[in-house]
């Protein structure tokens, strides 16, 4: 089941510069989006969501772009800090209450100082 | 800030025992769920359970699996007869809604471990 997608399973960033990354969604029923960040023996810890009425959404350092036509999102952080590094999930659910997540693999950000 | 607990942080189990995974979900949420991550793995649904019954479940949650929410404030996750390849990080969430731009707020899992 690849209905989420994140390609690069690392990025390395130095500390300062901005942070991208990206997951791919094939599911068109999906109309709500998270990113996650999950620190080693912790659960995944919300960060940013956008409604896929929106195409834009940003919180601080923290912003998340949505491409409805190209099923593709990203979040950038900018600036990047070293505390930023952790395993990064994006997920996706559709517009039934209580609907369940889809998560991708995760990418592992390493923010460098 | 309120958040999800669950006990134990680490179970250790002989195949074909059962095992019970606790959790607290956040006290005003109303949906509640279970996911797991095989090492390596993404993190799967598992099942979302709301007024006191199953809301969905996946094809992982098979007849071996329960889910029960025995007073106001446990949810719990049951599986009967553990196979080896059970063996995962089991994450509890729960939600205050099930939608309407709520994200679910997840514990710090438990690892299970069948020997």
């Known amino acids: 089941d690849q209905q989420v997608k994140q390609n690069s399973p690392s990025l390395s960033v130095q500390e300062g510069r901005i942070s991208i990354l990206n997951c791919d969604y094939t599911n068109s029923m999906f109309d709500y989006f998270l990113w996650y960040k999950k620190y080693p023996a912790e659960g995944p810890t919300f960060l940013i969501s956008?409604?896929?009425?929106?195409d834009k959404n940003e919180d601080g350092r923290f912003t998340v772009f949505l491409n409805k036509s190209a099923k593709h999102l990203s979040l950038h952080i900018v600036p990047s800090q070293p505390g930023d590094s952790a395993v990064y999930f994006c997920?996706?659910?559709?517009?039934?209450?209580?609907?369940?997540?889809?998560f991708g693999q995760g990418t592992e950000l390493s923010v460098k100082p | 800030e309120p958040e999800v607990t669950q006990t134990p942080s680490h179970q250790v189990t002989q195949m074909g025992q059962e095992v019970i995974l606790r959790c607290v979900p956040i006290s005003n949420h109303l949906y509640f769920y279970w996911y797991r991550q095989i090492l390596g793995q993404k993190v799967e649904f598992l099942v979302s359970f709301y007024n006191n019954e199953i809301s969905e479940k996946s094809e992982i949650f098979d007849d071996q699996f329960s889910v029960e929410r025995p007073d106001g404030s446990n949810f719990t996750l049951k599986i009967r007869s553990t196979k080896l390849e059970d063996s995962a990080m089991y994450f509890c969430?729960?939600?205050?809604?099930?939608?309407?731009?709520?994200?679910?707020?997840f514990g710090d899992g438990t690892r299970l471990s069948i020997l």
């Open positions: 969430a729960s939600s205050p809604q099930g939608r309407d731009n709520q994200p679910q707020h």
């Open positions: 956008i409604s896929s009425i929106k």
């Open positions: 997920a996706a659910t559709s517009g039934n209450q209580g609907g369940k997540l889809i």
